[in-house]
């Protein structure tokens, strides 16, 4: 086997509730060569997300662990942590995962759960992050890649990207704008993860140039 047979690259595994047009991002640029890992396994806490066919359709394996099936978040981390321990993954990746995790997870992979959020970060946290900068009258808005820590879309920023909201624009015009910048940013975030080009000390993440 040699250095750039699949199995040699870095696993990452990629948690998603929804649709997962970024989980399917990232398997087009690790399929492209431009993102060098493999997804070993994607999560999802709904039977019905479609990031489930799209990683079928990949030949990876999904896995389904329903929230509802465990009596807390602890229960359901542990469930979590038991599937993905077995991948050795470096990464994990929520891309639109709609759970908080638990202390239990983010100490099992410190520095090494990443996060994508529609809007940049502190502006507009939670679930609604288009809408809300839209509502706010918001000029700008944009894309967060940070590290997960306890708390919600709060770790180290690892990239950001504005996108400038148009006079007038929709929900849904700026939220396919605000997708494409995800899919090109989550991909190149966990790039520089995985090659130690992006380090994390304490709130701050630096990234070195490529070489
Ligand atoms: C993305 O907008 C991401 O920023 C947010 O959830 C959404 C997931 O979309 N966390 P998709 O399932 O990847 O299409």
């Known amino acids: 086997m040699n250095s750039s047979s ?30 060098r890992a493999r997804v070993a396994v994607v999560v999802s806490d709904q039977p019905k997300a479609f990031a489930l066919t799209r990683a079928a359709r990949a030949g990876i394996p999904a896995i389904v ?16 942590l038991e599937i993905l ?19 239990i997870m983010v100490h099992r992979y410190p520095r090494r759960i990443l996060n994508i959020h529609p809007a940049l970060l502190p502006a507009f946290p939670g679930a609604h992050a288009v809408r809300d900068a839209l509502a706010w009258g918001a000029k700008v ?28 624009e929709k929900e849904a015009a700026l939220l396919k704008r605000v997708h ?28 070195k140039r490529a070489s």
């Open 6 to 35: 699949p199995k040699r690259l870095p696993a990452v595994a990629v948690l998603c509730s929804g649709s997962g047009t970024n989980l399917q991002a990232i398997i087009n640029a690790a399929r492209r060569g431009r993102l």
């Open 65 to 80: 662990v329903r929230r509802g099936d465990f009596p807390s978040r602890d229960a359901f981390d542990r469930r979590l």
């Open 85 to 103: 321990t077995p991948y050795r993954v470096r990464l994990v990746c929520l891309a639109g995962f709609m759970r908080v995790l638990s202390p």
């Open 141 to 168: 808005t944009g894309v967060t890649v940070h590290v997960v820590d306890e708390e919600v879309d709060h770790g180290p920023i690892v990239l950001q990207e504005a996108v400038a909201i148009r006079p007038g």
């Open 180 to 207: 494409r910048v995800e899919h090109r940013l989550y991909p190149h975030a966990i790039t520089l993860m995985l090659s130690g080009r992006a380090r994390v000390q304490g709130r701050r993440v630096s990234v």
